[in-house]
T-cell receptor
Framework: NAGVTQTPKFQVLKTGQSMTLQCAQD?????MSWYRQDPGMGLRLIHY???????DQGEVPNGYNVSRSTTEDFPLRLLSAAPSQTSVYFC????????????FGPGTRLLVL | QKEVEQDPGPLSVPEGAIVSLNCTYS??????FMWYRQYSRKGPELLMY????GNKEDGRFTAQVDKSSKYISLFIRDSQPSDSATYLC???????????FGSGTKLNVKP
């Protein structure tokens, strides 16, 4: 049981490049979320999903896209990277309506030059 | 105004001290309250989970929720150097859709 996994661990991009951050969970959780963590800002919600085929925007969705074709996977796409997207990105999953407990992945550190 | 406010610290205490960490919030719809511990360069891990008002104890950790004051606390008894980490409060309404986090308090327990 790996829990929540994220790849890559670290990535450097140039401004304007696109990339996909991968997230997968093996706990059969319905809910999945993407956060970014910046110094002094805590965790801010980018996008979330309450089940396969259902996604919605969080607090800071601009510049990011998501899709949820399976229960297990929830990739985050950066369409055209900007230096303001330099951050640490965390994926989380939770059972859904039975529990508010979220389980986090190890994070992806992204540097946009 | 942010949904959740948390003093960023840092908070430095000697080993064995009682630590008090706090968050305030503005949204009366929040029903579930969590505390996460995050070690440097790691993902947050769930520490405590409470519903509505009241206290919950787990070993050296006690979580308190006062919904009338919109104030939550985490107490750590007999603090250890291994407790040195950033502590994040989080909360959500009953639909569990969106979670709101405090900015985190960095705790340093000195041996």
């Amino acid at each position: 049981n790996a829990g929540v996994t994220q790849t890559p661990k670290f990535q450097v991009l140039k401004t304007g490049q696109s990339m996909t951050l991968q997230c997968a969970q093996d706990m059969n959780h319905e809910y999945m979320s993407w956060y970014r963590q910046d110094p002094g800002m805590g965790l801010r919600l980018i996008h979330y999903s309450v089940g396969a085929g259902i996604t919605d925007q969080g607090e800071v969705p601009n510049g990011y896209n998501v899709s949820r074709s399976t229960t297990e996977d929830f990739p985050l796409r950066l369409l055209s990277a900007a230096p303001s997207q330099t951050s640490v990105y965390f994926c989380a999953s939770s059972p859904g309506t039975t529990s508010a407990a979220q389980y986090f992945g190890p994070g992806t550190r992204l540097l946009v030059l | 105004q942010k949904e959740v406010e948390q003093d960023p610290g840092p908070l430095s205490v000697p080993e064995g001290a009682i630590v008090s960490l706090n968050c305030t919030y503005s949204n009366s719809a929040f029903q579930y309250f969590m505390w996460y511990r995050q070690y440097s360069r790691k993902g947050p891990e769930l520490l405590m989970y409470t519903y509505s008002s009241g206290n919950k104890e787990d070993g050296r950790f006690t979580a308190q929720v006062d919904k009338s004051s919109k104030y939550i606390s985490l107490f750590i008894r007999d603090s250890q150097p291994s407790d040195s980490a950033t502590y994040l409060c989080a909360m959500t309404a009953s639909n569990f859709n969106k979670f709101y986090f405090g900015s985190g308090t960095k705790l340093n327990v000195k041996p």
